[in-house]
């Protein structure tokens, strides 16, 4: 389910300044950039190079403002970092990073693909360590399991896409070819086991506490997201250069990713109908945030995912629902993008009046 651009704005909601600004909104960057890679696939040169530009100039914005946020807002920077509820959102970055890097290898640049796939690794395993520390096992307050929502799968999707920048550079640096490979591996599996428990750890929250309709937020979909991501980064793995690293589980993840596939498929009606029970049974209202991007992002990864795998395990099905499901992609991030810049636009029209 997609906010309206004509529902009114929340400037809680609203902000692209320094102090507001959400740690999950590299979300646009990650949504706009998976979609630049699908229409690159489906042969959309123009449609596809316009989104990669409008992801790179996201970026470039975010960035300036998250280093703004350290430096001038940096005890509400502090304050999402141990907020387990939003701190793993911090990995959009890191999966913002990534996926701009793939929409750069896929139209030659290289270099600068290869610099972002650099920071992000870095910076996912600098995260790695200290948000699970700073926001859950670092908290007095217990149990800690009572605050773990769908944000927490943005971890996952972070792993996987330092596999799918691995994968997609490898054939373009021989020399690094080995390295590529261990990288790839290596977080397509440590995100595979960071999956297993972030799903543990959210269904026992819903299991174990009441579940509000106001709760059920869109980063519920980064559930669907995560493994969609790990099918694309299967599929990149099982296309990669013979290796020993991947020769050791080229099979496994072949295998693997078709069960991902299928399960990130069942995933789609089931936050689909939770949608519908949040916003029409219960009436919580269809807003503009940040968080939106969230939704947008896995059904473009899901289309991708399809195409991908499709393609690497000779599944022409797969691969048709991949090319038909990215029309769903695009409509939602055409819908969504319209609500931000209304919702923007309208808050910063009200502004003087306010003061």
Known sequence: MLPSPSVPPSPRLAGLTPARLSPGYFALVMATGILSVGCRLRGWTTVSRSLLVLAAVAYALLVVLTVWRFVAHRRELAADAHDARKAFLFFTFVAGTDVLAVGLAGQGYFIPAAVLLVIAALTWVVLGYTIPWLAVLGRSERPVVAAANGTWFVWVVASQSVAVAAATLEPHYEAAGESLSVVAVFSWSVGCVLYAASAVFVSLRAMLYPLEPRELEPPYWVSMGAVAITVVAGARIVEMESDPMVDAVR??????????????TWLIPVLTALGVWRHYVHGV????????????????????????????????????????WLWVALTAWTVVFL?????????????????
């Not at 209202?285 to 473009?300: C, I, K, Q």
């Not at 609500?339 to 003061?355: F, I, N, V």
Request: glycine content about 8%.
């Open 251 to 264: 099979g496994l993840v072949a295998g693997m990713s078709v069960v991902f596939w299928c399960f990130a």
């Open 285 to 324: 209202p269809l807003v503009y945030e940040p968080t939106w991007w969230s939704v947008v992002f896995p059904l473009g990864m899901y289309a991708v995912a399809g195409i991908y795998l499709g393609r690497a395990d000779h599944l022409p099905i797969v691969e048709w629902i991949g090319r038909a």
């Open 339 to 355: 609500a931000m810049l209304h919702t923007l636009l309208t808050t910063r029209s009200r502004e003087p009046q306010r003061t």
